[in-house]
């Protein structure tokens, strides 16, 4: 199997720990292990005896993961190193070669190159911009007209990464029945979930049809990137299939990232995390967005939910060679519209601490400065 290079991600790992200014990132500011304990826990987190877990997450785990769900239970979680490794093995699960999948896009461009690679004939379904009514949308008649009797798979990330865009439950009911009409799966990444800039929990796919799958994790919404902790939902017996997959992958969380996990998502401290998410979020875009405001050649259509901005600029430069002299010449690291197939963009992440959100965004200043000086 062929697979294709992951541009953004390598883009990302290779420069976000070599600059002074990180704007790349799509999550909030991470916590610490400290802030996220109680008082008189960490004696019990170095108790934690490093051991092989249950390699598809410990029941206690996986029962406060399902009780985040309508009629889940634990029969229904597969716990991952991720969310990365949860689309992974939920591809790899669903797709055959010679497949027709649905991709929604723009999206994280990982399950571009995993359906690809796994011989399946992508067909994207294409949000589109509306700048001067600050939304984008998404066209369910197009996407009705792309599913057909050959379609397997509807791909789709909601809140969307790397617009901020949502689909609310009318659409996504409509978007069950399409499937439903085809016999057709239905995969929802769900990552952005709880990170919604006024405050409103985006509706789950999940119980819309008997054929849904949905992915999440804790590194975006819950800060918590570095415990490498995601998980899959879905019917029991494809969970059963995916468990079995990934025995050939990571085999299973490890033994203190399935702990914290599971005091993360104890329910009081769960929304002591979100709440601390949306205040980072909406403190952070109302900096950011006084300082598109006062960029001339700068638009943006406002997020609903996600810690980034896609801002359209019209400076004459190709995204990739703007982020390029932006991270050799300023130090600071972007993701270029390119890595989504929209050049003429750039997503820039403000849910950093407020200091290096200012910082950085002076830094791009300079340069539109510069580029704007250039073209007279």
Known sequence: MHIEPFVMERWQSTYEHQVELNLSDSGVHPLTVQELLEPGESESL??????????????ELRDRIANLYRDADRENIEVTNGGAEANY???????????EVVLQMPNYMQLWGVFRALGAKVRTWELTPDLENDTWHWDLDRLEQLVNADTRLIAICNPNNPTGSVLHSEALDR????????DAWTMVDEIYQGAELDGTSTPSMWGRHDKVVV?????????????RLGWILGPEDF?????GRHDYTTIGPGALSDHLAELALEPVRRQRILDRTRDILTGNLAIAMDWVNGQQQLRTITPRAGAFLM?????????LELAERLRVERSM?????????MDGWIRVGFGDDVDTLRAGLDR???????LDASSV
């Open 239 to 243: 969970v059963e299939e995916c468990w």
């Open 333 to 341: 690291l972007l993701v270029p519209g390119d890595h989504f197939e």
């Open 175 to 182: 978007i069950a029945g399409i499937a439903r009409q085809h």
């Open 364 to 370: 791009l200043s300079d340069v539109l400065q510069q």
């Open 311 to 319: 801002l359209k600029y019209e400076h004459g430069i190709n995204s």
């Open 215 to 227: 992915t999440n994790s804790l590194s975006k919404a819950y800060g918590l990137p570095g415990l």
């Open 89 to 99: 093995v939920t591809a790899c699960t669903l797709v055959r070669p010679g497949d």
């Open 46 to 59: 170095l108790d934690q005896r490093l051991i092989y877990t249950q390699s598809n997450g410990t029941p």
